[in-house]
Each structure stands twice: as structure tokens, then as C-alpha cells.
């Protein structure tokens, strides 16, 4: 059946689920795809491939490393090849996030109000006091229209038995939606017709429903409301991102110092006096946004800031004090909040969690480590994490050491066989892990989530780590409609 | 519109009109380098873009085009270089890159990646340098066209015309300068060439200046033609009229006593030009003139800060 040289040579691997083959046969929500690119000389293929990179490059789709003086242009590397979602499947995996939103946001109101979860014992409250993501600021504060997660970029993870797990649920500042966007724009120029031939569900209205949300939060009750869109600046990783959410919906990108609080209400300086500001979604950690409050030495953020959020004069997405539900200690206990606030079974499946702080899962732990993931519980981008398969006993050593001092800090979970897919490196096809990240948006309306998000590649061989910051790539991801297989 | 972006799309245009202006200004003296080799020295271009350099580097170096021409165009070292100059003013688009239109962006990037590496750079070191100062100028050119083409004339259509307007009387103001002392170092039957030539050229301006004046080269015209000529885009005439027309737009977006401010320097410093008597026959008062034109625009720029860009 397969006689393309470049599919032959694909070899699946044992124990991993593969989204494209199966026992040497294609996937159904595969087979257009590979009819329409299986012709293809090879060199096509290696054509593509240029273009894509030289369409990255000329776009500006860059993130900038600083070394020795000089901006170093690099592209988020991209592989042609699409994973591709049947429509059933995402529509399990909508509801599994949508349930899970609603259940963390519930949450996050609760812990920062009445704290009901705790009275009734169901999660300890030390492990919540303990968190260093938890703001007492928070307490009592409230927010528009009860709204905490505005965005959420959930990591989903395709075990061996062919199920979606979470990995992680992102409410703080997730990052990388503007290479969702550009991924399915440069995918439409790669393979001309085949987006809507395959009846493809569009991501472009991400822009439209986040813009949407924002105003949605204005209180002013005027007709054209100030929205702005905070970023650190240019040098952060992240800029273009910044820049590119803030072009897409004609909205302001400032900086800190473009914004200054006068009376508990935010204005942004403009060539004709000042501005009042009405909703910031800011890409500045907690920690950063107000160095009356916070850190005292950030320059990042705006003195005054969070009293005027606290009195209600100005909208902030996401909302402060979001760290707590994404602590990856807590985590273990979504699927109790999911049954304790909404009275429902939880629709996704969760990695199973073991707390260090529990001194019999520690032990467990350690005797078993070469079997596990230990991860630090408020770490992200994939440092602080160590995989037990490939550590040495010098790295285990280090954080068994690590693990006694601070347990609170660390959780460990068995390894989780990541899905793999063929990707175009090198000019022949080869397995590599990967990851999927849709992006929610919860507004007053409802929760919205683009069909697709942001599949991540671990480029490296065998790697189980698809984060950018170690080497991780990024794949467009494509959600079938309802008629199609 | 944000201060912060006013000030960085500002100096955007300031860069790439200085880089536009000072390619020019090198492209000419190459020229003119190939014409008179035995006597040619690159000394005035490297006071101007050769950054901090002592009298005994520029000594070593004037008489050496190809070091020069590395240093002035594409050393990363030299903060004045026209690769620097490119690289703020795109380091500035990125930083406004939703006030900007994609095209605009897209032309400033690949005119930054052509300049760092590739074929140009490699022509003006090994091949012919005329050509690589060409390409170049060419994507200067290229950035005007998408200015001009797909910007909408909001604020930052005005603060980008303002910024390329302002550097762009610097400029004259400097080159006409530095020029005019070559100029009246020669003995005066020897003044028509070839110095006023290049002193044209250097300003893009051969092509009116020939028609205008039926080939005849000689100083009053040629000053003539600099400070007062209103077709000529870089005399200094043209540039403050059209750098007064673009402020009177932004009248709407101005807090009114910002407006007035700026409108009286502006407005003062056209009129001083429009009336001055300097000649080519004094130099001593027409270097003063342009040193006191010079100060005028800076006091412009200064004033344009304070009270639109946020600077205090």
C-alpha cells in the first residue's frame, strides 16, 4: 500500500503510540494528507522545507537571543509535516478542558475567598500556605465578573494506550499562540488546497474572541474602552508574540514605563497627555507587575498597579495569584476539585502525582527513580525537571538531595510515554515525541477554544522535552471537521 | 498614540535617513576617489562616520579605501557605521512593530540581513563597491516606497515624516558644512570643479542642479540651489517647509501649548533661512550661518522631545 520511498523508510517504534501509522498502515485522518504528498519527488518535500524556513526568516518570525553584544536572530524551528486531530477526538478534548477550567477557576475564587475546599478537607491547607505562587494580596479581592483564567494554554499528553492526558495547566502567562497562527498561515502556502480539501477547522479567530473578551471586561461603561497589551519589552523571548497578539487586535503594546498610576486608576502617557486604561493583559509575571507590592526592585511593572486592580478601576489578564491552581503539587487534586465544585467525573485522564512531602511516596520515589519524572513544583519550561530513564546517579543523587531538604517543592510521576509522529529532519522522516497545546479563552461569555493550538516537537532524538528552551520544535496542528474521518 | 512609540518611530526615520544620506555621501566620494587617486583623502568622511577615532587612526587610514569603506559601512564596532544605523532603526521597528505596516517591517528586515552578511557585504569588500552601495541604497529606497505606499496617515506617518524631515536638514546643513571648506580651500578661477560637483552629487541633486542651471557650476548658484531651491527634496528650504506642513498636522493629536511651542521654533528658523544674506563670498559668515542653522534644528528636536516624546 505504502510505496513512497520516504514512508517506507519510516520505522514505527515498539510501545509508542504513533499518530500517523499504525501496525505499517495510515491513520484515517491521515490518509489525505499522505495521498496528497506521497507523489511528491523528494525534493519537494526539501523545498518546502526551505520555504518554510526562509517564509520564518523573512516575516520576522524570530525570537532574538542576546550574546556578546549582538541580537542573534533564531527561528522557532518548525516541521513541515502537520499532526493532524480527528474531529470526535477534539471534541473530547474541548469538553475535557472546558470541565477543567470552570472546575480551576472555581477554585481559584474559592481559595481566594471562602476557602471552602479547605474547611471541607479536601485538599491540606499546607499545601496551599506553602505555595509561593498563592498572594495573600488576593485574598478578597474581587475579580471582574469572577473571572481568574482568562487564558489558559493546557499541555496535553497522548500516552501509549492512544488517551489524552494533562500534563499541565498553564493559567499564568502561557506563551506561543502567535506560532499557532503563524504556523497554519505558512502551512496554507507549503500545501496550497489541501487546508480546506481536508475540510481543516480555521484558528484565525483567536485574535477576535481574545480582543472580544477583553472589552468584555471594561467597566467604564463608554463605548470604545482602553485595552492594552503589557510586555516586558523587546528583549524578552517572547516579543514578537507580544507584538503580534497586540497587531492582531489593534490594541496598544506598552511597556511599564508607558503607564503611571495617579489616584488608583492606570493611565498610559501619549503625545496628547495621558490615557486612562481600562483592561491590561499583561505578559509580566506576578511578581513583576507592581514593585509597591512585589518585587521591589522591577522595573517591569507599574507602581500602584495593584491597588488600582484591587479597587476595580482597571481589568488585569490573567488575573494575580493564578499560580496556585498550577502548582504542580496541586495539580494531583483537579480531578477532586472537578467532582467537588461541578459534581462531574473528570472527562480527561491526569498523570498520576506522588507529593515529596508524603514520606512513603518519597521512599517509593526514590527506590524507583530511574522510573520517574521528579519535577519542581513551580518551575516551568522544562527546567528543574529531571527524567529518571536518562539521568545519571550522580543527577539522581543531587535531587534525591535536593528532594530531602525542600519536599514541598517536588513531586514525582511515572514516565509518560509522549506520542510520536514523523517529521521531516534531514531530509527522511523520523519519529519524534510530541505534545499538544490548545489555548482556552474564558470570557463573561463563555469559554471559547480554537479548534487546533500549538503541537510541540522534541527535535532531539528519543528527548521526551518538547520545550523551546531545550530544543523543542513546533508542528501545525490540524482538526478535522465533523464530516470527514 | 504613546509617547514611547512617537519617540522610537521618530528615530526610525532619523536613522534611515541618515543612512540613506550618508551611502550617498560615501558613494560619492568613491567616485570621486577613482577620479583622483594620487591626492584623495577620505579624512572629512572619517571625522564624520568613522566614530571614535584618534589622528594617528584616521592618518593611517585615510588613503586606504577598502579599510575605510569597512569601517564607515559595515563595522559592528562603529557605532556611527551605516550598518549600526540599520540596525537601530530596525531594532526600533521591532520595538513598534504594530504602528508600522507589515511591509514596512518586512523592508527594514531584510535590509538589516543584507547589510550583516551575505552578498552585499561581499561585494563592497572583494567585488565593486559601487555596486554594493547601490544595493543597499536601493533597499533605503525600497522602505520609502512602503512608507509612502501602505502607511495611513495617522500619527505615525507624521512622526515618521518629522523624524526623516528634521535628519534630513541636519544633514544638508552638515554636508554643505563640511563640504564648503573644500570648496573655499581652492583658488577662486579653479572654484566650479570639481568640488561643487561632488558637493551636488553628494545630495542627490546633479540632475536638478544641471537643469536648472544649464550645467554651469559655480558657488552662488550651487548655495543657491542648497539652501533655497523649493523642487530640490534635500535644500533646506524644502525641508523645513514641508517639516512645518507635516507638524501643522498633527495639530488634532497635540495638547495646544505643545503645538505652539514647536510651531514658533520651526516657523522662526524657515524664516531665517528664507532671509539670510549669507553668500559664497563670505564663508567665515556662512559657516556661522550653518552652525547657528545646525543649533536652531537641534533646538527643534529638543523641544519636539519635551513636549511629544516624553522626554524630560
Known amino acids: 500500500m505504502i510505496e513512497n520511498s520516504l514512508l517506507t523508510a519510516y520505522q514505527e517504534q515498539p510501545n509508542i503510540w504513533d499518530e500517523m501509522f499504525h501496525q505499517n498502515s495510515i491513520r484515517p485522518e491521515y490518509r489525505n494528507f499522505v495521498s496528497a504528498i506521497e507523489n511528491l519527488p523528494n525534493t519537494e518535500l526539501a523545498r518546502k522545507d526551505e520555504l518554510a524556513r526562509k517564509l520564518f526568516m523573512s516575516q520576522g518570525v524570530t525570537f532574538t537571543v542576546y550574546s556578546s553584544g549582538e541580537g542573534i536572530e533564531k527561528i522557532f524551528p518548525f516541521d513541515i509535516i502537520p499532526r493532524i486531530i480527528q474531529h470526535a477526538e477534539w471534541l473530547h478534548i474541548e469538553a475535557g478542558i472546558k470541565q477543567r477550567l470552570k472546575a480551576l477557576n472555581l477554585f481559584l475564587k474559592d481559595i481566594y475567598h471562602e476557602q471552602f475546599i479547605l474547611k471541607d478537607g479536601l485538599i491540606p491547607a499546607a499545601l496551599i500556605y506553602s505555595c509561593p505562587q498563592f498572594l495573600r494580596e488576593m485574598m478578597n479581592v474581587n475579580v471582574p465578573h469572577d473571572i481568574y483564567t482568562h487564558i489558559a494554554g493546557v499541555d496535553l499528553i497522548r500516552n501509549s494506550d492512544g488517551e489524552f492526558y494533562v500534563l499541565e495547566d498553564n493559567l499564568r502567562t502561557p506563551s506561543g499562540v502567535s506560532y499557532m497562527l503563524e504556523n497554519r498561515s505558512i502551512t496554507s502556502r507549503l500545501y496550497p488546497d489541501l487546508l480546506p480539501k481536508n475540510q481543516v477547522q480555521p484558528v484565525r479567530k483567536y485574535p477576535e474572541l481574545l480582543f472580544r473578551n477583553l472589552m468584555d471586561l471594561a467597566d467604564r461603561h463608554i463605548s470604545a474602552p482602553t485595552v492594552v497589551l503589557l510586555s516586558p519589552g523587546i528583549y524578552n523571548s517572547a516579543y514578537y508574540e507580544h507584538a503580534t497578539l497586540a497587531r492582531l487586535m489593534g490594541i496598544e503594546l506598552v511597556q511599564g514605563s508607558d503607564l503611571v498610576v495617579n489616584n488608583h486608576y492606570v493611565f498610559m502617557k501619549t503625545t496628547k497627555g495621558l490615557k486612562q486604561v481600562d ?126 531538604q525542600d519536599p ?26 510530541v505534545d499538544l497545546r490548545p489555548y482556552a479563552l474564558y470570557g463573561p461569555r463563555g469559554i471559547d477554544i480554537v479548534p487546533g493550538g500549538l503541537t510541540r516537537v522534541a527535535l532531539q532524538e528519543g528527548s521526551l522535552v518538547v520545550n523551546s528552551s531545550q530544543g523543542g520544535g513546533s508542528k501545525d496542528t490540524w482538526v478535522l471537521g465533523p464530516d470527514t474521518h | ?41 577620505w579624512r572629512s568622511l572619517l571625522y564624520s562616520y568613522g566614530g571614535s577615532l584618534t589622528l594617528e587612526e584616521v592618518g593611517a587610514m585615510e588613503r586606504d579605501t577598502p579599510r575605510v569603506l569597512e569601517r564607515i559601512i559595515l563595522d559592528k564596532d562603529n557605532p556611527t557605521s551605516a550598518y549600526n544605523s540599520v540596525l537601530q532603526a530596525r531594532e526600533n521597528a521591532r520595538a513598534v512593530q504594530d504602528h508600522i505596516t507589515q511591509e514596512v517591517w518586512h523592508c527594514l528586515n531584510s535590509f538589516y540581513h543584507a547589510i550583516r552578511e551575505g552578498e552585499i557585504p561581499e561585494q563592497i569588500r572583494f567585488g565593486d563597491p559601487l555596486s554594493g552601495i547601490d544595493a543597499l541604497m536601493r533597499h533605503g529606497l525600497v522602505f520609502i516606497g512602503a512608507v509612502q505606499n501602505t502607511m495611513p496617515r495617522d500619527e505615525s506617518y507624521g512622526y515618521l515624516n518629522l523624524g526623516k524631515l528634521l535628519e534630513r536638514a541636519l544633514q544638508t546643513t552638515d554636508t554643505l558644512r563640511v563640504q564648503w571648506l573644500n570648496v573655499a580651500a581652492q583658488p577662486l578661477p579653479e572654484r566650479e570643479v570639481p568640488q561643487l560637483r561632488y558637493l551636488v552629487h553628494s545630495m542627490s541633486g546633479q540632475e536638478l542642479y544641471l537643469k536648472t542651471y544649464r550645467g554651469n557650476f559655480n558657488p552662488d548658484s550651487v548655495l543657491q540651489f542648497v539652501l533655497h531651491n523649493a523642487y530640490f527634496t534635500h535644500s533646506l528650504h524644502s525641508c523645513l517647509n514641508r517639516l512645518s506642513w507635516y507638524f501643522e498636522r498633527l495639530k488634532s493629536d497635540s495638547l495646544p501649548e505643545s503645538h505652539q511651542k514647536l510651531e514658533f521654533l520651526i516657523g522662526r528658523l524657515a524664516n531665517q533661512v528664507k532671509y539670510t544674506d549669507a553668500s559664497a563670498r563670505n564663508p567665515q559668515q556662512l559657516n556661522e550661518f550653518l552652525l547657528d542653522t545646525r543649533k536652531e534644528l537641534l533646538n527643534i528636536a529638543v523641544a519636539l522631545g519635551k513636549n511629544y516624546l516624553g522626554k524630560s
Not at chain 1, 330 to 357: A, D, G, H
Not at chain 1, 418 to 432: A, D, H
Open chain 1, 279 to 404: 483592561v491590561i493583559y499583561r505578559r509580566v509575571d506576578d511578581e513583576f507587575l507592581d514593585p509597591l507590592v512585589f518585587r521591589p526592585d522591577s522595573a517591569l511593572g507599574v507602581p500602584g498597579m495593584y491597588a488600582a486592580y484591587r479597587k476595580g478601576n482597571v481589568a488585569i489578564v490573567n488575573a494575580m495569584g493564578n499560580g496556585v491552581a498550577d502548582d504542580k503539587a496541586v495539580y494531583c487534586y483537579v480531578p477532586e476539585m472537578i467532582r467537588y465544585y461541578l459534581n462531574e467525573e473528570p472527562i480527561l485522564k491526569t498523570v498520576p502525582t506522588y507529593q515529596m512531602s508524603d514520606p512513603d511516596l518519597r521512599k517509593m520515589a526514590f527506590e524507583r527513580m530511574d522510573k520517574m519524572v521528579i519535577k519542581k513544583t513551580n518551575e516551568s519550561g522544562g527546567y528543574g525537571m529531571l527524567i529518571g530513564s536518562s539521568a545519571t546517579e550522580q543527577q539522581m543523587q543531587e535531587f534525591r538531595e535536593a528532594i530531602t
Open chain 1, 408 to 433: 514541598r517543592s517536588f513531586i514525582a510521576q511515572p514516565i509518560i510515554s509522549l506520542s510520536s509522529t514523523p517529521c521531516y529532519l534531514n531530509g527522511v522522516l523520523q519519529p519524534r515525541r
Open chain 2, 1 to 41: 498614540m504613546l509617547s514611547r512609540v512617537a519617540d522610537t518611530i521618530y528615530w526610525l526615520a532619523r536613522y534611515m535617513d541618515r543612512t540613506q544620506a550618508m551611502l550617498q555621501v560615501i558613494r560619492t566620494h568613491y567616485q570621486a576617489s577613482q577620479d583622483s587617486p594620487s591626492e584623495f583623502s
